[in-house]
């Protein structure tokens, strides 16, 4: 056994290596199940570092816990030639379970093949855990389901609470968010601390590194660094052949962010095939950059034919393609950032495929529609100002769905219940 090649992951930040992510809880659930656990995530979001946190815990109590990295290239090249070989640098299951901690999975040449091999023959003794650095590999590469064999867990970056705990706030902070949320009427002292750090969330984003960094300038360069680094690796690994068009793209989806996303403008204004804009945002979404929200309609063969709308899955990402960290208050985009922000929190808790929109072919609009139970659920108009928001443009929704009760959700408000960090 060569124990020089069982990596020790350095912990960039060790005065933060107790704070955990939401996550860890989840996956530690299952530490004594069979099913190997896979976390993906875009780039940088902490799946290395959530791989040495359970390295920790597991050590601490007294298992038997390897942690490999497939950027290793001897590693990479045994377990390709037959997934066995992995036991070359860790002990065969014997007696004692063994957990085999794997980082980038996606290099394997052929993931499931690995996954499925080691289960079947070892799932009684061997428990893995492993990352891969987006779905888009993960989904390219994995050549069996997996059936019964495994759990997929999404890591994004930090939520607000998250957020708030990275920041080193005082503990009580995280507690009045809590109130705030489950008493609709209730107004925390705390309020102005509290507002400080969501204009910083909504400006600035979740990403770890970003999230630790101090002053401002540090911030916007990390995530500048984050754009042309690893956007890089993506275009390089997903074999993207117009690398300037990709960033444009990007770019032109930051200021569409909450509108129509009409593939057929996008193709004249990039001067490219529908076919591949088309696959471009599939990449995008498959790393985890962008999302999609389909429209509602009962006629689901309806849904799925009609534009979606985009949103970024962190809000640091979308404003360092613009290059633009106003403050909410001053954006000119203000609107669409709260918007983004609500799909990202409600995404959070009810997870994408409960989300939709609802739009008319004369342009009535409703924000969030989320279904919460077959046929029912509520629905949310999305305002950076409660002021700008007339129930009498809602009618015709209303009326065509009852068992969606509408609201309006704002950055200002006239009403406690209505502030958006109540949802």
Known sequence: ???????DLIDKAGYMAEIRRNLFESI???FQKKEFDIITGARQTGKSFLLKQFYN????????VYLVTLENPEILE???????????????????????????????????????????????KLKII????????????????LAGRKRLHELFTLDFEEFVIFKGADQSITGEIRLIRENPQYISLKRSEINTLFDEYLVFGGYPAVTLSNPVDE????????????????????????????????TLLSHQTGNLLNVNELSRTLQLSVSAIENYLYILQKCYHISLLRPFYKNIRKELTKMPKVYFNDLGFRNILQNYFETPQNRIDKGQVIENYLFIRLRQLYGEDALNFWRTVDGKE????????????????????????LVSKYGKFRAAYPDYPLRVVSYVSLKPENNVLKI
């Open 219 to 250: 911030k916007r360069e990390i995530l500048r660094e984050l754009l042309n680094t690893y956007i890089k690796r993506d275009i390089y690994e997903s074999e993207i052949q117009y690398e300037t068009k990709f960033y444009n793209l990007l």
């Open 78 to 124: 045994a377990i390709n030639q037959h997934p066995e070989r992995i036991f070359d640098y860790i002990p065969k299951p014997g007696e004692q379970r063994i957990y085999l901690l794997v980082d980038e999975i996606q290099y394997a040449s052929n993931p499931s093949n690995f996954l499925k091999l080691l289960f079947d023959l070892y799932a009684d």
């Open 28 to 30: 530690k659930n299952n």
């Open 1 to 7: 056994m060569q124990d020089n090649f069982i990596i």
């Open 366 to 389: 409703v924000d969030f529609l989320v279904t919460t139970q077959f046929n029912k659920g509520f629905a949310i108009e999305s305002k950076f100002n409660e002021t700008e928001f």
């Open 57 to 64: 815990e597991l050590t601490a109590t007294g298992n038997q």
């Open 130 to 145: 492993a990352t891969g650095s987006s779905a888009f590999y993960i989904d390219k590469n994995f050549n069996d389901s």
